[in-house]
Nanobody, 121 residues
Framework: QVQLVESGGGLVQAGGSLRLSCAAS????????MGWYRQAPGKQRELVAVITSGGSTNYADSVKGRFTVSRDNAKNAVYLQMSSLKPEDTAVYYC???????????????WGQGTQVTVSS
C-alpha cells in the first residue's frame, strides 16, 4: 500500500512562514511529479506548486515569489516552504504524487490526508 503523510501545518500570523513536508511510503517503484494543492472553505481544490522528478517547478500565480517547492528523491519526500503568508493562503493543503507501486505496471495519483494552514491577519 502506498501512503502520503503530511506534516507542518498550523496557525501563523500574516507575514510569517511555514514549511510543509510530505513523505511517500510503501512499496514504490517510481515517483514522477510531486506537488501541493490547497482547498479553502467553499472553494475548489487548486494547484499550488508542482515539481518534476528532474526538479523543474511550476507555481500558481498567487504564490509565485513567496512559496518554494522542493523534493528529496532519496526520501520520496516533497516540501513546501511558504513565506510572506497572507490570510488568503488559509486552506487545507494536500500533497499529491504520481507514483508507480512496486506491484503494478500502472502509475496513479495519490493524495495525502491534508494539513490545515491558517493565517491570521
Amino acid at each position: 500500500q502506498v501512503q502520503l503523510v503530511e506534516s507542518g501545518g498550523g496557525l501563523v500570523q500574516a507575514g510569517g512562514s511555514l514549511r510543509l513536508s510530505c513523505a511517500a511510503s510503501g512499496s514504490i517503484a517510481g515517483i514522477n511529479d510531486m506537488g501541493w494543492y490547497r482547498q479553502a472553505p467553499g472553494k475548489q481544490r487548486e494547484l499550488v506548486a508542482v515539481i518534476t522528478s528532474g526538479g523543474s517547478t511550476n507555481y500558481a500565480d498567487s504564490v509565485k515569489g513567496r512559496f518554494t517547492v522542493s523534493r528529496d528523491n532519496a526520501k520520496n519526500a516533497v516540501y513546501l516552504q511558504m513565506s510572506s503568508l497572507k490570510p488568503e493562503d488559509t486552506a487545507v493543503y494536500y500533497c499529491n504524487a504520481n507514483i508507480r507501486p512496486a506491484w503494478s505496471l500502472h502509475w496513479g495519483f495519490y493524495w495525502g490526508q491534508g494539513t490545515q494552514v491558517t493565517v491570521s491577519s
